[in-house]
């Protein structure tokens, strides 16, 4: 929305460079691992997702990346495009139901002319 | 196909006064979640219905409440509204409980003054 994370951390790329957003879980028994992508006034729309048991899964011009050593998760972007232009959210659930999703705070993408 | 239809869009209330929001699933979905998203704190699960049944609940406190129609629609409750209520709150709809791909609706903009 509108008003969805007013200081959020700010990632500004060049359009038709590659962006990576980065995403820090807490819960080391977190299992499943989705990203969301936010544009202004619309609800989150599901990106890709990622199960503990895998390190890396690619989609259309997207790939996610997990490292449960240091709870770390990111987004990268291929070719990023104006309309890229959103706030990202990482969640994480503690099981593979998918249930009680956690989203951290988002990284807003800025993609510049 | 008809996505996730949250209403109302907006709605304005005052202190101690309760509210409903109402939230239709893409067709064939029964499982429904409710969301609220702040700047302050992000997006934060309320609860999931699947089947007319709460099947997980989120921190909030016992003046949020939800039901889910045999149709699958579903509405939440808050009662005694408080200033930091004002936020915007999101449906989900996902066509089973396995899957993290969430289908998110617009979303219904709750200001309290």
């Known amino acids: 929305g509108e008003s969805v994370g007013l200081h959020l951390p700010t990632l500004s790329v060049q359009e038709g460079d590659n962006s990576i957003i980065n995403c820090a879980y807490s819960?080391?028994?977190?299992?499943?691992f989705i990203w969301y992508k936010q544009e202004s006034g619309k609800g989150p729309q599901f990106i890709i997702d990622i199960r503990s048991n895998m390190d890396k899964r690619q989609g259309q011009r997207v790939t996610v990346l997990l490292n449960k050593t240091v709870k770390h998760l990111s987004l990268q972007i291929a070719a990023t495009q104006p309309g890229d232009s959103a706030v990202y959210f990482c969640?994480?659930?503690?099981?593979?139901?998918?249930?009680?999703?956690?989203f951290g705070p988002g990284t807003r993408l800025s993609v510049l002319p | 196909k008809a996505g996730v239809t949250q209403t109302p869009r907006y709605l304005i209330k005052t202190r101690g006064q309760q509210v409903t929001l109402s939230c239709s699933p893409i067709?064939?979905?029964?499982?429904v979640s409710w969301y609220q998203q702040t700047p302050g704190q992000g997006l934060q699960f309320l609860f999931e219905?699947?089947?007319?049944?709460?099947?997980n609940k989120g921190n909030f406190p016992g003046r949020f409440s939800g039901r889910q129609f045999s149709n699958s629609r579903s509405e939440m409750n808050v009662s005694t509204l408080e200033l930091g209520d004002s936020a915007l709150y999101l449906c989900?709809?996902?066509?089973?409980?396995?899957?993290?791909?969430?289908?998110f609706g617009e979303g219904s903009r709750l200001t309290v003054l």
């Open positions: 819960n080391s028994a977190s299992d499943y």
């Open positions: 989900a709809s996902r066509y089973q409980r396995g899957t993290g791909e969430l289908f």
């Open positions: 067709s064939g979905h029964r499982s």
């Open positions: 969640a994480e659930s503690p099981d593979n139901y998918g249930q009680n999703f956690v």
């Open positions: 219905y699947f089947s007319e049944t709460q099947r």
